[in-house]
């Protein structure tokens, strides 16, 4: 079914966010990012570059990682999102989080959500990714302060911790 | 930063998308966004109105049955997933593997970024070498548009404001075809410094036809017709492959505060060598 809002009017959209359906009126020109953020007070997600470089507002969405500041709050209508809040189950971190606090992947922790989701997201395609794999997949994630190294252990230890259980 | 406000259209069907763009001429088409919402977030692009054509399932897809018909709103992670496309015409995966990052190749689409026509985009150069066609509708139907014909500058292509893109078409090929893509990327965007883009068809140790284009170096993504002269019913031996790199040089090349004419003059034709190499190597 199509749809047709002009701005400044505003649309009630309905967001499936970390396992709850939650609704919002927004303007078309908010962000996803600021949804998120402002709406549903899940200020897990960062604004960094704010220019889609650098991945801090990095959430997934319907399966996919996107960056949050480069897609409209519209466009997730009816989707399903998933942030850093929503990685955690049942009181026990996301092995990827794990792997981070094992492998001391971060200092700041100012791009650690994003990282996560996107190396969940490697992990869920690639349960066995090479060192220039995980690379490949952090590309758009920006870390300035702990440096990649760490980050791919992590992501390493998160991969095994995985093929453990699985 | 935020956009300023826009109406928002979220169309169904390519039809009612084509009226919404006859009746909004200030609208602008939301494909991917990769390019359009940051260019709105700076307030370089202050459209009246988006038609988001992202609910438009009949622009996704690919299908291979002779030709290759890729939906324009196809997106660079759905060409990269597809394995019948990608053993056919490995330059498709060699460019859509490296634009960007993972996040923007889930969004970002073929069709977005080619009738956005950035001068540095990477698939103008990649459908000039395949020889694709693309397929535009308009108010008064469909009509195609041979990709030599549909660059025509810096942003601009063939494509009138009332028509929307809806689907490109490489055309069959027959024999040994080979083909790949070169870059120098910027360090910090990733955008092609300078792309090179080739299609080669082989008997042998001969090259038969060739079809190679450049793109970052130029206004526009451009053939590099001295270089195909060069390798075509040539043996292609280090020789004949070091005179079509030296050809590559003659066009006229922008230079910028990062690379230079000269610098980039050079990548063109390093990197023409390079992507010959590559695409012959695939042929054995």
Not at chain 1, 47 to 66: E, F, H, K, R, Y
Not at chain 2, 76 to 99: E, K, M, S
Not at chain 2, 111 to 123: E, M, Q, W
Request: contains cysteine; glycine residues 10%; negative net charge.
């Amino acid at each position: 079914m199509s749809t047709t809002i002009t701005g400044p009017t505003t649309l009630r959209i309905t967001v499936s966010v970390n396992g709850t359906q939650r609704q919002a009126e927004v303007e078309p020109r908010l962000l996803l990012v600021h949804l998120l953020r402002d709406s549903f007070g899940l200020t897990g997600t960062h604004v960094g570059c704010d220019t889609s470089q650098c991945g801090a507002c990095v959430v997934n969405l319907d399966g996919q990682t996107v960056k949050s500041c480069t897609v409209l709050a519209v466009q997730a209508d009816g989707a399903t999102v998933t942030t850093i809040e929503g990685m955690a189950r049942d009181g026990k971190l996301h092995p990827v989080q794990e792997g981070f606090w094992a492998k001391h992947g971060l200092q700041c922790g100012f791009c650690t959500p994003g990282m996560i989701l996107s190396a969940a997201a490697l992990l869920e395609k690639n349960p066995d990714p090479s060192e220039d794999e995980i690379e490949h997949a952090i590309e758009g994630n920006f870390c300035r302060c702990t440096g990649y190294h760490n980050i791919v252990r992590s992501v390493q230890h998160a991969a095994e911790l995985m093929r453990r259980d699985a | 930063m935020f956009p300023s406000s826009f109406a928002y259209h979220r169309p169904a069907s390519v039809e009612e998308a084509v009226a919404l763009i006859g009746a909004n001429p200030d609208a602008k088409v939301l494909a991917g966004g990769h390019s359009l919402i940051p260019a709105m977030k700076l307030r370089l692009a202050m459209p009246e109105a988006l038609i988001d054509l992202n609910r438009i399932d009949a622009l996704r897809g690919i299908s291979v049955n002779g030709e290759v018909t890729i939906g324009a709103m196809t997106t660079y992670a759905q060409l990269l997933d597809d394995a019948g496309l990608g053993g056919r015409f490995t330059v498709i995966h060699d460019a859509a593997d490296h634009v960007g990052d993972v996040q923007v190749r889930a969004r970002g689409t073929l069709g977005g970024s080619i009738a956005h026509a950035d001068p540095a985009s990477d698939f103008t150069a990649v459908i000039l070498a395949l020889g694709a066609r693309v397929t535009a509708i308009g108010p008064e139907g469909e009509r195609t548009i041979e990709a030599d014909d549909l660059f025509v500058d810096l942003f601009t292509t063939a494509l009138r404001p009332d028509e929307l893109l809806t689907r490109i078409t490489i055309p069959a090929v027959a024999g040994t075809v080979v083909t790949a893509y070169a870059k120098h990327a910027h360090p910090a965007s990733g955008y092609p410094v300078v792309g090179i883009a080739a299609m080669l068809t082989m008997e042998g140790s001969t090259v038969s036809a060739a079809r190679i284009a450049v793109t970052g170096a130029t206004s526009k993504a451009t053939r590099l017709t001295a270089a195909e002269t060069a390798l075509t019913g040539q043996a292609a031996d280090a020789a004949v492959i070091d005179r079509a790199a030296a050809a590559a040089e003659g066009l006229e090349i922008n230079g910028d505060a990062y690379a230079s004419e000269e610098y980039r003059r050079h990548l063109v034709s390093v990197l023409t060598g390079r992507v010959i190499r590559q695409a012959i190597a695939r042929a054995t």
